[in-house]
Protein backbone atom coordinates (compact mmCIF):
# COMPACT_ATOMS: atom_id res chain seq x y z
CA UNK A 1 0.00 0.00 0.00
CA UNK A 2 2.70 2.16 0.49
CA UNK A 3 3.55 4.85 3.26
CA UNK A 4 2.02 7.53 1.91
CA UNK A 5 5.11 9.81 2.46
CA UNK A 6 4.57 12.48 -0.47
CA UNK A 7 0.58 12.58 1.01
CA UNK A 8 2.06 13.24 4.59
CA UNK A 9 4.60 15.85 3.66
CA UNK A 10 2.43 17.90 1.07
CA UNK A 11 -0.25 17.57 4.27
CA UNK A 12 2.33 19.35 6.88
CA UNK A 13 3.30 21.81 4.42
CA UNK A 14 -0.50 22.70 3.56
CA UNK A 15 -1.44 23.14 7.20
CA UNK A 16 1.43 25.07 8.04
CA UNK A 17 1.16 27.33 5.17
CA UNK A 18 -2.44 28.16 6.00
CA UNK A 19 -1.45 28.55 9.47
CA UNK A 20 1.19 31.07 9.13
CA UNK A 21 -0.41 32.83 6.08
CA UNK A 22 -3.93 32.93 8.62
CA UNK A 23 -1.94 34.16 11.23
CA UNK A 24 -0.02 37.20 9.76
CA UNK A 25 -3.23 38.19 8.12
CA UNK A 26 -4.94 38.87 10.79
CA UNK A 27 -2.46 39.02 13.82
CA UNK A 28 0.65 40.99 12.11
CA UNK A 29 -0.70 42.39 9.35
CA UNK A 30 2.52 42.48 7.23
CA UNK A 31 3.22 41.71 3.36
CA UNK A 32 3.03 37.72 3.02
CA UNK A 33 6.81 38.08 2.07
CA UNK A 34 7.55 39.65 5.23
CA UNK A 35 5.19 38.07 7.33
CA UNK A 36 5.02 34.19 6.59
CA UNK A 37 8.65 33.63 7.01
CA UNK A 38 8.64 35.73 10.61
CA UNK A 39 5.58 33.44 11.70
CA UNK A 40 7.34 30.26 10.78
CA UNK A 41 10.71 31.65 12.68
CA UNK A 42 8.49 32.36 15.54
CA UNK A 43 6.79 28.98 15.34
CA UNK A 44 10.23 26.53 15.11
CA UNK A 45 11.67 28.92 18.45
CA UNK A 46 8.25 27.73 19.95
CA UNK A 47 8.54 24.32 18.91
CA UNK A 48 12.12 23.80 19.91
CA UNK A 49 11.76 25.33 23.26
CA UNK A 50 8.53 23.18 23.84
CA UNK A 51 10.51 20.20 22.98
CA UNK A 52 13.09 20.83 25.78
CA UNK A 53 10.40 21.57 28.41
CA UNK A 54 8.95 18.35 27.43
CA UNK A 55 11.90 16.72 27.83
CA UNK A 56 12.04 13.27 29.77
CA UNK A 57 8.21 13.97 29.97
CA UNK A 58 6.90 10.05 29.50
CA UNK A 59 3.34 11.53 28.68
CA UNK A 60 4.81 13.90 25.80
CA UNK A 61 7.39 14.12 23.75
CA UNK A 62 8.59 15.66 20.91
CA UNK A 63 11.27 14.19 18.46
CA UNK A 64 12.76 17.47 17.21
CA UNK A 65 15.68 15.14 15.58
CA UNK A 66 13.28 13.77 13.30
CA UNK A 67 11.85 16.84 11.95
CA UNK A 68 15.38 18.60 11.75
CA UNK A 69 16.41 15.38 9.56
CA UNK A 70 12.60 15.58 7.69
CA UNK A 71 13.82 19.28 7.41
CA UNK A 72 17.37 18.77 5.87
CA UNK A 73 16.14 16.47 3.29
CA UNK A 74 14.25 18.98 1.49
CA UNK A 75 15.99 19.96 -1.69
CA UNK A 76 15.07 24.05 -1.45
CA UNK A 77 17.32 24.43 -4.44
CA UNK A 78 15.27 21.82 -6.38
CA UNK A 79 11.93 23.37 -5.29
CA UNK A 80 12.70 26.72 -5.98
CA UNK A 81 15.48 27.43 -8.56
CA UNK A 82 15.17 24.02 -10.48
CA UNK A 83 11.05 23.83 -9.98
CA UNK A 84 8.88 26.83 -9.14
CA UNK A 85 10.57 29.54 -9.97
CA UNK A 86 9.77 29.20 -13.59
CA UNK A 87 6.33 30.07 -13.06
CA UNK A 88 7.08 32.78 -10.97
CA UNK A 89 8.69 34.88 -13.03
CA UNK A 90 6.73 33.83 -16.23
CA UNK A 91 3.80 34.49 -14.05
CA UNK A 92 5.67 38.22 -13.37
CA UNK A 93 7.27 38.93 -17.10
CA UNK A 94 3.49 38.10 -18.51
CA UNK A 95 2.35 41.67 -16.97
CA UNK A 96 5.46 43.55 -17.12
CA UNK A 97 5.05 46.19 -20.61
CA UNK A 98 8.09 46.05 -23.21
CA UNK A 99 7.13 49.66 -23.30
CA UNK A 100 8.31 50.18 -19.90
CA UNK A 101 11.41 48.44 -20.48
CA UNK A 102 12.13 50.26 -23.34
CA UNK A 103 11.67 53.65 -21.49
CA UNK A 104 13.74 52.19 -18.22
CA UNK A 105 16.33 49.79 -20.01
CA UNK A 106 19.05 51.68 -19.01
CA UNK A 107 18.92 51.98 -15.45
CA UNK A 108 17.27 48.33 -15.38
CA UNK A 109 20.91 47.21 -17.16
CA UNK A 110 22.74 48.64 -14.64
CA UNK A 111 21.37 47.26 -11.35
CA UNK A 112 20.69 43.71 -12.61
CA UNK A 113 24.28 43.34 -13.78
CA UNK A 114 27.03 46.24 -12.89
CA UNK A 115 25.72 46.89 -9.59
CA UNK A 116 25.12 43.41 -8.53
CA UNK A 117 28.38 42.90 -9.29
CA UNK A 118 29.79 45.47 -7.47
CA UNK A 119 27.73 44.68 -4.42
CA UNK A 120 28.83 40.91 -4.47
CA UNK A 121 32.43 41.81 -4.13
CA UNK A 122 31.85 44.55 -1.37
CA UNK A 123 30.14 42.08 0.59
CA UNK A 124 33.02 39.22 0.11
CA UNK A 125 35.48 41.97 1.35
CA UNK A 126 34.12 43.36 4.35
CA UNK A 127 33.11 40.60 5.77
CA UNK A 128 36.61 38.64 5.09
CA UNK A 129 37.87 41.97 7.22
CA UNK A 130 34.89 41.38 9.94
CA UNK A 131 35.78 37.51 9.97
CA UNK A 132 39.33 38.13 10.36
CA UNK A 133 38.62 41.10 13.47
CA UNK A 134 36.63 38.26 15.11
CA UNK A 135 39.69 35.99 14.61
CA UNK A 136 37.31 33.27 12.05
CA UNK A 137 39.35 33.41 9.31
CA UNK A 138 37.54 32.39 6.48
CA UNK A 139 38.57 32.13 2.82
CA UNK A 140 37.93 35.58 0.74
CA UNK A 141 36.28 33.14 -2.61
CA UNK A 142 34.05 31.53 -0.12
CA UNK A 143 32.44 34.73 1.39
CA UNK A 144 32.90 36.32 -1.99
CA UNK A 145 30.62 33.67 -3.30
CA UNK A 146 28.11 34.21 -0.31
CA UNK A 147 27.88 38.07 -1.48
CA UNK A 148 27.18 36.61 -4.96
CA UNK A 149 23.93 34.26 -3.43
CA UNK A 150 23.17 37.87 -1.18
CA UNK A 151 23.46 39.94 -4.57
CA UNK A 152 20.32 39.22 -5.76
CA UNK A 153 16.96 40.89 -4.74
CA UNK A 154 13.84 38.57 -4.73
CA UNK A 155 11.34 38.53 -7.29
CA UNK A 156 8.90 37.23 -4.72
CA UNK A 157 9.62 39.55 -1.69
CA UNK A 158 9.78 42.63 -4.06
CA UNK A 159 6.11 41.87 -5.46
CA UNK A 160 4.68 41.64 -1.99
CA UNK A 161 6.65 44.80 -0.70
CA UNK A 162 5.32 46.96 -3.53
CA UNK A 163 1.79 45.83 -3.17
CA UNK A 164 1.70 47.50 0.42
CA UNK A 165 3.02 50.96 -0.94
CA UNK A 166 2.06 53.20 -3.33
CA UNK A 167 5.00 53.90 -5.42
CA UNK A 168 5.01 55.57 -8.42
CA UNK A 169 5.22 54.05 -11.89
CA UNK A 170 9.03 54.47 -12.67
CA UNK A 171 9.99 53.01 -9.17
CA UNK A 172 8.01 49.91 -9.39
CA UNK A 173 8.71 49.43 -12.88
CA UNK A 174 12.33 49.24 -12.43
CA UNK A 175 12.65 47.85 -9.01
CA UNK A 176 10.36 45.14 -10.90
CA UNK A 177 12.46 44.99 -13.80
CA UNK A 178 15.71 44.68 -11.84
CA UNK A 179 14.47 41.43 -9.88
CA UNK A 180 13.63 39.98 -12.89
CA UNK A 181 16.41 40.30 -14.89
CA UNK A 182 19.58 39.79 -12.09
CA UNK A 183 18.43 36.34 -11.39
CA UNK A 184 20.24 35.33 -14.16
CA UNK A 185 23.02 37.46 -13.32
CA UNK A 186 23.49 36.17 -9.73
CA UNK A 187 23.06 32.91 -10.80
CA UNK A 188 25.52 32.91 -13.68
CA UNK A 189 28.31 34.57 -11.13
CA UNK A 190 27.72 32.18 -8.35
CA UNK A 191 28.47 29.10 -10.71
CA UNK A 192 31.81 30.99 -11.85
CA UNK A 193 33.06 31.41 -8.36
CA UNK A 194 31.75 27.89 -7.15
CA UNK A 195 33.78 26.47 -10.37
CA UNK A 196 36.53 28.13 -9.37
CA UNK A 197 36.69 26.72 -5.60
CA UNK A 198 36.45 23.77 -6.61
CA UNK A 199 39.75 24.40 -8.70
CA UNK A 200 38.57 24.72 -12.23
CA UNK A 201 40.65 27.10 -14.58
CA UNK A 202 39.31 30.65 -14.64
CA UNK A 203 40.23 33.66 -17.06
CA UNK A 204 37.87 36.44 -17.60
CA UNK A 205 37.96 35.74 -21.48
CA UNK A 206 36.60 32.75 -20.65
CA UNK A 207 33.79 33.69 -18.51
CA UNK A 208 32.70 36.67 -20.76
CA UNK A 209 32.26 33.86 -23.58
CA UNK A 210 30.63 31.84 -20.85
CA UNK A 211 28.14 34.64 -19.90
CA UNK A 212 27.30 35.65 -23.50
CA UNK A 213 26.51 31.67 -25.00
CA UNK A 214 23.79 32.09 -22.29
CA UNK A 215 22.39 35.19 -22.47
CA UNK A 216 22.18 34.98 -26.39
CA UNK A 217 21.04 31.18 -26.55
CA UNK A 218 18.79 32.14 -23.70
CA UNK A 219 17.21 35.06 -25.76
CA UNK A 220 16.30 32.84 -28.75
CA UNK A 221 14.99 29.83 -26.69
CA UNK A 222 12.81 32.26 -25.06
CA UNK A 223 11.80 34.29 -28.29
CA UNK A 224 10.89 30.89 -30.31
CA UNK A 225 8.65 29.34 -26.98
CA UNK A 226 7.03 32.88 -27.34
CA UNK A 227 6.31 32.89 -30.85
CA UNK A 228 5.37 29.53 -30.96
CA UNK A 229 3.22 29.89 -27.60
CA UNK A 230 1.62 32.86 -29.52
CA UNK A 231 0.58 29.76 -32.80
CA UNK A 232 -0.99 27.78 -30.00
CA UNK A 233 -2.92 30.84 -29.01
CA UNK A 234 -4.91 31.26 -31.80
CA UNK A 235 -8.07 30.02 -32.29
CA UNK A 236 -10.89 29.17 -29.71
CA UNK A 237 -9.98 27.63 -26.49
CA UNK A 238 -11.12 26.36 -23.43
CA UNK A 239 -9.71 28.20 -20.42
CA UNK A 240 -8.21 24.91 -19.32
CA UNK A 241 -6.06 25.15 -22.69
CA UNK A 242 -5.40 28.37 -21.76
CA UNK A 243 -3.89 27.84 -18.83
CA UNK A 244 -2.08 25.20 -19.39
CA UNK A 245 -0.61 26.44 -22.83
CA UNK A 246 0.75 29.31 -20.57
CA UNK A 247 2.07 26.64 -18.04
CA UNK A 248 3.82 25.20 -21.26
CA UNK A 249 5.53 28.08 -21.64
CA UNK A 250 7.01 28.60 -18.21
CA UNK A 251 8.33 25.23 -17.66
CA UNK A 252 8.96 24.62 -21.38
CA UNK A 253 11.47 27.39 -22.06
CA UNK A 254 12.98 27.12 -18.91
CA UNK A 255 13.41 23.39 -19.34
CA UNK A 256 15.19 23.66 -22.51
CA UNK A 257 17.21 26.28 -21.45
CA UNK A 258 18.67 24.33 -18.59
CA UNK A 259 19.51 21.41 -20.98
CA UNK A 260 20.90 23.95 -23.40
CA UNK A 261 23.28 25.05 -20.56
CA UNK A 262 21.48 28.74 -21.33
CA UNK A 263 19.88 31.16 -18.26
CA UNK A 264 17.07 29.52 -17.69
CA UNK A 265 15.17 32.60 -15.78
CA UNK A 266 15.91 34.96 -19.05
CA UNK A 267 14.39 32.38 -21.57
CA UNK A 268 11.11 31.98 -19.15
CA UNK A 269 11.11 35.97 -19.19
CA UNK A 270 12.01 36.82 -22.55
CA UNK A 271 8.98 34.55 -23.31
CA UNK A 272 6.71 35.72 -21.22
CA UNK A 273 7.29 39.31 -22.35
CA UNK A 274 6.95 38.39 -26.04
CA UNK A 275 3.28 36.77 -25.09
CA UNK A 276 2.07 39.04 -22.38
CA UNK A 277 2.58 41.78 -24.84
CA UNK A 278 1.15 40.20 -27.84
CA UNK A 279 -1.57 38.15 -26.57
CA UNK A 280 -4.05 41.04 -26.50
CA UNK A 281 -4.22 41.11 -30.44
CA UNK A 282 -5.22 37.29 -30.31
CA UNK A 283 -6.97 37.11 -26.38
CA UNK A 284 -10.24 38.97 -24.87
CA UNK A 285 -9.67 40.92 -22.64
CA UNK A 286 -12.20 38.70 -20.21
CA UNK A 287 -9.57 35.89 -21.20
CA UNK A 288 -6.50 37.14 -20.47
CA UNK A 289 -7.51 38.33 -16.83
CA UNK A 290 -9.07 35.19 -16.01
CA UNK A 291 -5.40 34.03 -16.99
CA UNK A 292 -4.01 36.65 -14.96
CA UNK A 293 -6.12 35.96 -12.12
CA UNK A 294 -5.32 31.82 -12.29
CA UNK A 295 -1.46 33.15 -12.76
CA UNK A 296 -1.96 35.14 -9.95
CA UNK A 297 -3.25 32.66 -7.23
CA UNK A 298 -0.69 29.87 -8.36
CA UNK A 299 1.74 32.69 -7.36
CA UNK A 300 0.05 33.00 -3.88
CA UNK A 301 0.07 29.11 -3.35
CA UNK A 302 3.58 29.27 -3.93
CA UNK A 303 4.81 32.36 -1.90
CA UNK A 304 2.74 30.66 1.14
CA UNK A 305 4.91 27.17 0.60
CA UNK A 306 8.03 29.15 -0.17
CA UNK A 307 8.09 31.32 2.50
CA UNK A 308 7.13 28.68 5.18
CA UNK A 309 9.96 26.41 3.81
CA UNK A 310 12.66 29.52 4.60
CA UNK A 311 11.11 29.50 8.09
CA UNK A 312 11.75 26.26 8.47
CA UNK A 313 14.90 26.29 7.66
CA UNK A 314 15.91 27.35 11.09
CA UNK A 315 15.58 23.71 12.17
CA UNK A 316 19.16 22.91 10.42
CA UNK A 317 21.06 26.16 12.08
CA UNK A 318 22.82 25.82 15.48
CA UNK A 319 21.94 28.83 16.12
CA UNK A 320 25.29 30.99 18.64
CA UNK A 321 25.78 34.30 19.75
CA UNK A 322 28.13 34.49 17.11
CA UNK A 323 26.06 33.24 14.14
CA UNK A 324 23.77 35.84 15.23
CA UNK A 325 25.72 38.52 15.80
CA UNK A 326 27.84 37.98 12.79
CA UNK A 327 24.45 37.41 10.41
CA UNK A 328 22.98 40.82 11.68
CA UNK A 329 26.51 42.21 11.19
CA UNK A 330 26.21 40.58 7.23
CA UNK A 331 22.65 42.06 6.98
CA UNK A 332 24.29 45.94 7.36
CA UNK A 333 27.23 45.00 5.20
CA UNK A 334 24.88 43.92 2.39
CA UNK A 335 22.68 46.70 2.75
CA UNK A 336 25.66 49.86 3.07
CA UNK A 337 27.16 47.80 0.03
CA UNK A 338 24.04 48.12 -1.77
CA UNK A 339 23.96 51.46 -1.69
CA UNK A 340 27.12 51.94 -2.11
CA UNK A 341 27.56 49.42 -5.41
CA UNK A 342 23.86 51.50 -6.80
CA UNK A 343 25.40 54.98 -6.28
CA UNK A 344 29.12 53.89 -8.00
CA UNK A 345 27.33 52.08 -10.21
CA UNK A 346 25.27 54.99 -12.13
CA UNK A 347 28.44 57.62 -11.06
CA UNK A 348 29.84 55.57 -14.18
CA UNK A 349 27.35 56.93 -16.46
CA UNK A 350 26.91 60.90 -16.34
CA UNK A 351 24.39 61.26 -18.80
CA UNK A 352 22.10 58.88 -16.36
CA UNK A 353 23.17 60.74 -13.06
CA UNK A 354 22.96 64.34 -14.32
CA UNK A 355 18.99 63.15 -15.17
CA UNK A 356 18.53 61.71 -12.19
CA UNK A 357 15.56 62.53 -9.71
CA UNK A 358 15.60 63.18 -5.85
CA UNK A 359 15.71 60.22 -3.50
CA UNK A 360 15.71 57.84 -6.87
CA UNK A 361 19.05 55.38 -6.14
CA UNK A 362 18.15 55.94 -2.26
CA UNK A 363 14.55 53.96 -2.81
CA UNK A 364 16.13 51.82 -5.29
CA UNK A 365 18.46 50.20 -2.94
CA UNK A 366 16.34 50.10 0.29
CA UNK A 367 14.01 48.28 -1.49
CA UNK A 368 16.65 45.56 -2.84
CA UNK A 369 14.64 42.79 -0.67
CA UNK A 370 16.30 39.60 -0.49
CA UNK A 371 14.50 36.02 -0.54
CA UNK A 372 14.46 32.66 -1.28
CA UNK A 373 17.12 32.71 -4.21
CA UNK A 374 20.05 33.58 -2.06
CA UNK A 375 19.04 30.63 0.48
CA UNK A 376 18.36 28.24 -1.96
CA UNK A 377 21.90 28.76 -3.76
CA UNK A 378 23.42 28.77 -0.17
CA UNK A 379 21.93 25.22 0.79
CA UNK A 380 22.77 23.53 -2.21
CA UNK A 381 26.30 23.96 -2.11
CA UNK A 382 27.05 24.14 1.66
CA UNK A 383 28.15 20.90 2.03
CA UNK A 384 29.88 20.46 -0.96
CA UNK A 385 33.91 19.75 0.36
CA UNK A 386 35.00 22.37 -0.38
CA UNK A 387 32.96 24.86 1.73
CA UNK A 388 31.74 22.02 4.56
CA UNK A 389 33.52 23.62 7.00
CA UNK A 390 32.07 27.14 6.80
CA UNK A 391 28.32 25.58 6.11
CA UNK A 392 27.29 26.78 9.27
CA UNK A 393 28.25 30.55 8.99
CA UNK A 394 26.93 30.28 5.33
CA UNK A 395 23.84 29.61 5.74
CA UNK A 396 23.36 30.91 9.24
CA UNK A 397 24.37 34.63 7.68
CA UNK A 398 22.20 34.12 4.74
CA UNK A 399 19.08 33.12 6.53
CA UNK A 400 19.71 36.22 9.56
CA UNK A 401 20.26 38.52 6.20
CA UNK A 402 17.59 37.49 3.99
CA UNK A 403 14.92 38.06 7.34
CA UNK A 404 16.30 41.30 8.28
CA UNK A 405 16.17 42.33 4.52
CA UNK A 406 12.23 41.49 4.61
CA UNK A 407 11.71 43.29 8.37
CA UNK A 408 14.14 46.27 7.95
CA UNK A 409 13.80 46.64 3.84
CA UNK A 410 10.60 45.52 3.25
CA UNK A 411 8.74 47.08 6.19
CA UNK A 412 10.24 50.39 6.08
CA UNK A 413 10.31 50.96 2.71
CA UNK A 414 6.90 52.97 2.92
CA UNK A 415 8.44 55.40 5.31
CA UNK A 416 11.41 55.98 2.59
CA UNK A 417 8.85 56.45 -0.01
CA UNK A 418 7.42 58.84 1.69
CA UNK A 419 10.49 60.89 2.51
CA UNK A 420 10.63 61.60 -0.92
CA UNK A 421 6.87 61.83 -2.08
CA UNK A 422 5.06 63.37 0.29
CA UNK A 423 2.29 61.38 1.72
CA UNK A 424 -0.23 63.24 3.86
CA UNK A 425 -0.76 60.45 5.99
CA UNK A 426 2.35 59.21 7.24
CA UNK A 427 2.60 58.21 10.91
CA UNK A 428 3.52 61.62 13.17
CA UNK A 429 3.27 59.67 16.63
CA UNK A 430 5.02 56.91 18.50
CA UNK A 431 7.92 54.50 16.96
CA UNK A 432 6.15 54.78 13.82
CA UNK A 433 6.30 58.27 13.89
CA UNK A 434 10.23 58.37 15.42
CA UNK A 435 11.62 56.61 12.28
CA UNK A 436 9.46 58.15 9.77
CA UNK A 437 11.42 61.77 10.83
CA UNK A 438 14.76 59.67 10.97
CA UNK A 439 13.80 58.26 7.13
CA UNK A 440 13.00 62.42 6.47
CA UNK A 441 17.01 62.58 7.32
CA UNK A 442 18.05 60.94 4.04
CA UNK A 443 16.46 63.81 2.27
CA UNK A 444 19.13 66.37 2.10
CA UNK A 445 17.90 68.39 -0.94
CA UNK A 446 14.51 69.03 1.74
CA UNK A 447 12.15 68.70 -1.22
CA UNK A 448 9.32 66.43 -2.14
CA UNK A 449 7.27 65.20 -5.09
CA UNK A 450 3.76 64.44 -4.97
CA UNK A 451 1.98 61.95 -7.10
CA UNK A 452 -1.22 62.88 -8.84
CA UNK A 453 -3.46 61.75 -11.43
CA UNK A 454 -4.93 63.92 -14.68
CA UNK A 455 -8.17 63.65 -15.91
CA UNK A 456 -7.79 60.97 -18.10
CA UNK A 457 -5.86 58.69 -15.35
CA UNK A 458 -2.45 59.57 -16.15
CA UNK A 459 0.29 59.85 -13.67
CA UNK A 460 1.54 63.07 -12.82
CA UNK A 461 4.43 63.62 -10.80
CA UNK A 462 5.42 67.28 -9.67
CA UNK A 463 7.28 69.08 -6.91
CA UNK A 464 4.97 69.54 -3.71
CA UNK A 465 5.36 73.45 -2.61
CA UNK A 466 8.12 74.53 -4.99
CA UNK A 467 7.94 77.62 -3.32
CA UNK A 468 10.39 75.86 -0.84
CA UNK A 469 12.80 75.49 -4.21
CA UNK A 470 11.96 79.57 -4.96
CA UNK A 471 12.40 81.09 -1.94
CA UNK A 472 14.77 79.99 0.40
CA UNK A 473 15.90 81.09 3.63
CA UNK A 474 18.59 83.30 4.51
CA UNK A 475 21.50 83.34 6.97
CA UNK A 476 19.33 84.23 9.67
CA UNK A 477 16.65 81.63 9.03
CA UNK A 478 14.06 83.51 9.34
CA UNK A 479 13.65 85.98 6.22
CA UNK A 480 13.47 84.29 2.96
CA UNK A 481 15.22 85.69 -1.10
CA UNK A 482 12.83 84.86 -3.93
CA UNK A 483 15.02 83.27 -6.42
CA UNK A 484 12.89 83.48 -9.94
CA UNK A 485 15.49 81.95 -11.75
CA UNK A 486 15.05 78.54 -9.30
CA UNK A 487 11.16 78.28 -11.27
CA UNK A 488 13.17 76.51 -14.94
CA UNK A 489 15.03 74.50 -11.73
CA UNK A 490 11.68 73.25 -10.59
CA UNK A 491 10.60 72.99 -14.22
CA UNK A 492 13.58 70.47 -15.06
CA UNK A 493 12.98 68.38 -11.66
CA UNK A 494 9.45 68.14 -12.84
CA UNK A 495 10.50 67.00 -16.20
CA UNK A 496 9.38 63.67 -17.72
CA UNK A 497 12.65 62.87 -18.77
CA UNK A 498 13.86 62.58 -15.12
CA UNK A 499 11.44 59.50 -14.63
Not at 240 to 249: G, P, Q, R
Not at 421 to 427: F, G, L, R, S
Request: hydrophobic share 50%; glycine share 8%; charged share 15%.
Amino acid sequence: MGNYFFLQIFTVIFALSIATTIFNKRVLGFPQAIGVPLVSAIFVFILQWGASLLSGNEFITINIHNIENAVRHIDFYDFLINGVICFILTSSALKFKVSDLRSYWKPISILASIALVLCAVFVGVLLYGYQILVGNHVNLLVLLLLGAALGATDPIGIKGVLSSVRAPHHLMVKLEGESLFNDAMCIALFMTLLNVLQGENFTIVGVLETLLYEIVVAVIIGWAFGLGILRLLRGKHEMESLILTTALLACGSYLVALFAHASAPIACVIGGLIVGNKWKEILQDREIREVNHFWHTVEGIINSFLFTLIGLELFILDLSVSLILGGIVAFIILHASRFAANFLSFALFPSLKHKSYNGSLVILSWGGVRGGISLALILAVANIPQLSEYSSILIGYTFISVLLSGLVCGLGLPAVMNAFYYNPNEEKTGFKGWYQRMCHKMNKKGFQYVVEEDEHGNEIISVYKPDSIVDQKTDDGVAKLHHPDKLQEVKRLESPENF
